[in-house]
């Protein structure tokens, strides 16, 4: 689970008041049947009622804010270790089969907010709406509320059929456009040599190429993720609506439940549906970014090696007394002394062009013609 990466406590506090957020549909049911049943039979004051009603939904208002409060930071507390984690493995990994590359980085981790971790947290609440929502029913009118419940599985048909066609076509889509963005890449870094060759039309021809197979698979994606959805929620009106009605209106009929038990049953099973036709699609989303997630452990679980800097045997010291390079008549630098011993670090800073790095090339000839140089002295 992505919410590994966010603090244990703070997971909690989501679920508690993830807990409270969704007794607010069992509070709203009840009112419902109140409100029904004054209407039928007329006792206490309605005036009462209302402002129970009104207190009863500010309450659940506040608690709502703070649970939206939790939920954004648990977003982005997940969201900084996980790009903490990929970032320290871009800099210091030396597996180059595994590399992190710009569009992993972006796009990729991404969506991982919406496809992994926003989707783990909405599964979390709507598991617990629909535990509340399952509850108060039964406790209300346990035989029709088991009918209900039955029938609320009714899109797990369609999601058994979809959901591994979903993940297979997501992977396809993650290497296109991984493809898509190198081929990105290269163009840009190789604009210089396809001007001068005059290819320019081969080049934008190769990189509509890439676009083409990369916006293909995610529109195939899309759109076997948006059917998935669509039979899912035919699904479940069908079983958890129509049939169940049936039911409900017959016992009503027959007296042996009231209108408005059987429109709290009602109120309350669109909590039996919509959170699991909402759980089906969040789990298609984390179908999708499954490739993505499956990239992002396999480099969370690398290990990266500790390098521990060695000495250069056969080293003494490097001395350097006034030293200069000109090239023609241009003076890249004099004066120069240096004197490293073994183990030193030494940094060079300058502006750009002031020869930093002719210094050094400098200093590598020398260590490599010095062996010559000694040896034809040795001759003399």
Not at 18 to 31: D, T
Not at 131 to 160: D, E, N, R, Y
Request: net charge positive; glycine share 4%.
């Amino acid at each position: 689970m992505a919410l590994r990466y966010a603090k244990k406590w703070r997971v909690l506090l989501y679920a508690v008041l993830a807990v409270i957020k969704s007794l607010q549909i069992v509070f709203v049911a009840y009112m419902f049947q109140r409100f029904i049943d004054f209407a039928h039979k007329p006792q206490g004051s309605l005036i009462q009622l209302m402002i129970f009603a009104i207190v009863g939904m500010l309450a659940f208002g506040i608690m709502s804010i703070a649970y939206q409060s939790v939920y954004t930071k648990i977003v982005q507390e997940v969201n900084l270790n996980i790009k903490a984690i990929a970032a320290n493995y871009m800099v210091k990994a030396r597996a180059k089969e595994a590399a992190v590359d710009i569009s992993f980085m972006t796009n990729d981790l991404k969506q991982l907010e919406t496809g992994r971790i926003e989707a783990e947290l909405e599964v979390i609440f709507n598991a617990i709406q629909f535990i509340a929502a399952i509850v108060a029913a039964l406790v209300s009118a346990w035989l029709l509320a088991i009918i209900f419940l039955i029938a609320s599985f009714a899109p797990a048909i369609a999601q058994s059929i979809f959901g591994p066609r979903i993940e297979a076509k997501s992977e396809v889509w993650e290497a296109n456009n991984r493809q898509y963005t190198n081929t990105v890449n290269d163009t840009a870094n190789g604009l210089a040599i396809a001007n001068l060759y005059d290819v320019e039309p081969s080049i934008i021809s190769r990189l509509l190429h890439a676009a083409q197979k990369m916006e293909t698979s995610l529109r195939q994606t899309n759109f076997l993720r948006g059917t998935a959805n669509e039979m899912t929620m035919v699904c479940a009106y069908i079983g958890s609506i129509f049939i169940p009605f049936t039911f409900g209106i017959y016992w009503v009929t027959q007296g042996q439940i009231t209108l408005g038990t059987f429109m709290m049953i009602v109120q309350l099973a669109n909590n039996f549906i919509n959170p699991v036709v909402t759980i089906f699609s969040y789990v298609n989303d984390m179908k999708t970014a499954a490739p993505i997630w499956k990239q992002f452990k396999r480099l969370a679980q690398f290990q990266i090696p500790t390098l521990t800097p060695q000495v250069p045997t056969g080293f003494e010291q490097l001395v350097v007394q006034d030293a200069g390079v000109q090239r023609g008549q241009q003076q890249i630098f004099n004066h120069v002394n240096l004197t490293v011993h073994p183990g030193d670090k030494v940094l060079l800073v300058a502006p750009s062009g002031w020869g930093k790095s002719t210094l050094l090339n400098v200093l590598m000839l020398m260590r490599c013609l010095m062996p010559v140089l000694i040896r034809l002295t040795d001759r003399n």
